[in-house]
């Protein structure tokens, strides 16, 4: 499955019940507050084409502000076109955002992150977060929300501030990722 395109990021009602981060072609809309005003708005929805799909998944400014701004940050930036999802593991989860999946059938498919750098944090009044160590940014352990089925979450390598761009989505309830 590739993810031809996550656009659309909205600030409408949530009808869904997906928890989200997202990936695509980035064709945003400027529906976002001011960087350097507070978070005051429903959380965004972002619409991810696939070709297996449509996917709607809330993106938790409000719980994950960190996590979220990267994400908006690199669907503006046009990082996630044309990746593809590279681990799809029935009854467990499928992952997705690593830019060498770009070619479906690259053996380092997974290992990839955005380079590093800096993004503002849409919720924090655009205070500056970076992107370090092979474009990782800090943990952000705040939200107790669990990984239930349906729910996306950024994947890691188990190792501290080690998430960069790279989620996975829950088919299962995988309370043991929590």
Request: with cysteine; hydrophobic share 30%.
């Amino acid at each position: 499955t590739t993810v031809s395109n996550c656009s659309r990021l909205r600030v409408p009602t949530v009808q869904s019940g997906l928890l989200g981060m997202g990936c695509g072609r980035s064709r945003l809309k400027n529906d976002y507050p001011d960087p350097n005003a507070h978070w005051g708005k429903p959380n965004p929805v972002a619409t991810f084409e696939t070709t297996m799909g449509i996917i709607k998944a809330e993106i938790f400014m409000d719980r994950v502000p960190r996590t979220a701004s990267n994400f908006i940050d690199l669907c503006r930036t046009g990082f996630y076109n044309g990746v593809h999802f590279h681990r799809v593991i029935p009854g467990f989860m499928n992952q997705f955002g690593c830019p060498l999946a770009k070619d479906p059938k690259a053996r380092e498919a997974g290992t990839g992150n955005p380079p590093d750098g800096s993004f503002q944090n849409l919720a924090k009044n655009g205070a500056l977060e970076k992107r370090f160590g092979g474009g990782n940014i800090k943990d952000e352990n705040i939200s107790k929300d669990s990984n239930k089925p349906g729910s996306l979450s950024m994947a890691n390598t188990g190792r501290p501030h080690s998430g960069g761009s790279q989620f996975f989505m829950n088919l299962i309830h995988n309370a043991n990722l929590d």
